[in-house]
């Protein structure tokens, strides 16, 4: 349910789709879709909300489009609903960039 937040509340949120706790946003730069970084290339955006992750204490993956939401297995609700919120104060940084 937060995935699906995230995609409805943010335009640079291409979806997200899970399996159990194993997860991935995919950011796009456009309304057709495009994502924001082609496959083994990188890009400011990415960068910069990778570094806003690390300094609001979300630790995770960040691969060209995709953001990893794999947590623990031992994460309580209130820890995952909170790096949630962190991803999606984060993901104003690639809302910027999206071009409409």
Not at 14 to 34: E, H, P, T, Y
Not at 62 to 75: E, H
């Amino acid at each position: 349910s937060e995935m699906d937040r995230l995609t409805a509340a943010h335009p640079s949120v291409r979806g997200g789709r899970c399996k159990g706790l194993f997860g991935m946003i995919d950011v796009q730069k456009n309304s057709a879709g495009d994502l924001l970084v082609p496959y083994n290339s990188s890009h400011e955006a990415m960068a910069r909300m990778g570094a806003f992750f690390r300094d609001n204490g979300l630790f995770t993956f960040i691969r060209w489009s995709g953001i990893m939401c794999n947590p623990p297995l031992c994460i309580t609700e209130e820890q995952l609903l909170e790096g949630f919120e962190i991803i999606d104060r984060g993901l104003a940084i690639t809302d910027e960039y999206f071009e409409g």
